[in-house]
């Protein structure tokens, strides 16, 4: 059964820092680009960044600099190391393939407040 699931989502002040986390299950998880996703209150959901199955990461322009994506293809695992965090990166973070295929995980709620 393919499963993702995100966590490390919290309340933090702007300027603060998060790790996020995306356990993969039930797939191929090391021969797949995978790609971080987040949605605002009323806003769809967006793209925020990639990483190639051998590690090479890219990002949007609202998040570079700031982001980090890693992955861990022996504990099939996906990070989001988000540094120097705003308001507007409130949202529900999610991960699947870089082109969504696998069925939604719940997401990890971030919020960026003071």
């Known amino acids: 059964q393919v499963q993702l699931v995100e966590s490390g989502g919290d309340l933090v002040q702007p300027g603060g820092s998060l790790r996020l986390s995306c356990a993969a299950s039930?797939?191929?998880?090391?021969?797949?680009?995978m790609a971080w996703f987040r949605q605002a209150p009323g806003r769809p959901r967006e793209f925020i960044g990639t990483?190639?199955?051998?590690?090479?990461?890219d990002y949007e322009l609202s998040v570079k600099g700031r982001f980090t994506m890693s992955r861990d293809n022996a504990k099939n695992t996906l990070y989001l190391q988000m540094d120097s965090l705003k308001p507007e990166d409130t949202a529900v973070y999610y991960c699947?393939?870089?082109?969504?295929?696998?069925?939604w995980g719940q997401g990890t709620q971030v919020t960026v407040s003071s």
């Open positions: 699947n393939t870089r082109v969504p295929e696998l069925p």
């Open positions: 039930g797939f191929a998880f090391e021969i797949y680009n």
């Open positions: 990483i190639t199955a051998v590690g090479d990461p």
